[in-house]
């Protein structure tokens, strides 16, 4: 609960500070007097919430940014698998793809523009750029990390192929992939945006793109603040399916939002053993001394 208190804190402090500013105009460096207060924004906002236009605009954005990201995981985790476990791929496929991975992804527009019939296809293209190499690069660099004593382990027992990839591949790689896909959701937020403000009819980028021609600024920050929420929401989603597919994973490392564990108790020490003093040693010519006894004792002695 604290940390909860803490986290609300924190937002309440920057929106008290982001009021205070704007609302006394202040211009030391920073021009805090074009904002709009957070009074504005939230009466913006209260006011698209109750039009049909807002709800339209992120439906459509959730639909691109879900279909190109999608597309994005299924090529980019089955591409990466494959370049770095075929030297054929690699020769084939790695030349092209690093050249066309430095390209940022907004600049493809109009590639997007000339290739596609519509725009839709072309936000949805541009998307799942986006998001394809981050989660090819993780992919890949997991592949390769993996042990090769698992794969051993798998052929001794009888394994083919298809089993080595389905028990030991996909399952080693996943905290790879995994975060591959955080940061390649994160990347097509900003893409999807960014192309529907070029080349969009709706969403959240052009719709934001729209109040800035008009100088609706509290629009834009409410754009902003959707964009801002929307991709913490599937951020949150990604995150939370990566842990729930890697819960056999060992935690060492600090989880948000986990109770610490308890110390483990330690064990009672032992009790001491009485110890009996051994058997005189046996003279030459003299009884023996090896039966049961003598051994009984000179275990407990040694104990």
């Known amino acids: 609960m604290r940390r909860y208190v803490l986290r609300m804190a924190s937002l309440a402090v920057a929106l008290g500070l982001w009021q205070t500013l704007t609302s006394l105009n202040v211009d030391l460096w920073l021009r805090f007097s074009q904002f709009p207060t957070v009074t504005d924004v939230a009466r913006a906002f209260a006011a698209r919430l109750s039009g049909p236009d807002y709800w339209t605009d ?6 691109r940014i879900l279909t190109g990201f999608l597309l994005a995981a299924v090529l980019g ?13 690699e020769d084939l ?7 066309i991975r430095p390209i940022p992804a907004i600049a493809l ?5 000339l290739l596609f019939p519509s725009n839709e296809q072309g936000i949805v293209f541009i998307t799942c750029t986006a998001a394809f190499f981050p989660v090819l690069v993780s992919t890949r660099h997991a592949v390769r990390a993996l042990t090769p004593m698992w794969e051993e382990a798998v052929r001794t027992m009888g394994g083919g192929r298809w089993r080595i990839l389905g028990s030991v591949v996909l399952p080693g790689a996943l905290p790879g992939v995994f975060g591959g896909l955080s940061v390649g959701i994160g990347v097509s937020w900003i893409c999807v945006i960014s192309a529907e403000m070029i080349s969009g009819q709706y969403g959240v980028g052009y719709r934001t793109w729209q109040d800035y021609t008009v100088v609706d600024y509290p629009g834009v920050f409410v754009g902003m603040v959707t964009i801002g929420v929307l991709g913490w929401l599937t951020s949150t989603a990604v995150e939370l399916l990566g842990r729930r597919l890697t819960r056999w994973l060992p935690r060492t490392a600090y989880v948000p939002g986990a109770r610490p564990s308890r110390p483990a108790q330690h064990a009672r020490p032992a009790r001491p053993v009485k110890r009996t003093p051994a058997a005189p040693a046996a003279t030459p010519g003299g009884p023996a001394s090896s039966g049961p006894a003598s051994e009984e004792a000179r275990d407990e002695h040694l104990v």
């Open 109 to 113: 527009v109009p590639v997007a523009i």
């Open 58 to 63: 992120l439906t459509d954005s959730l639909t």
């Open 93 to 99: 496929l790695g030349p092209v793809l690093e050249v």
């Open 77 to 89: 985790v089955a591409t990466g698998v494959l370049v770095a476990r075929s030297r054929l791929a």
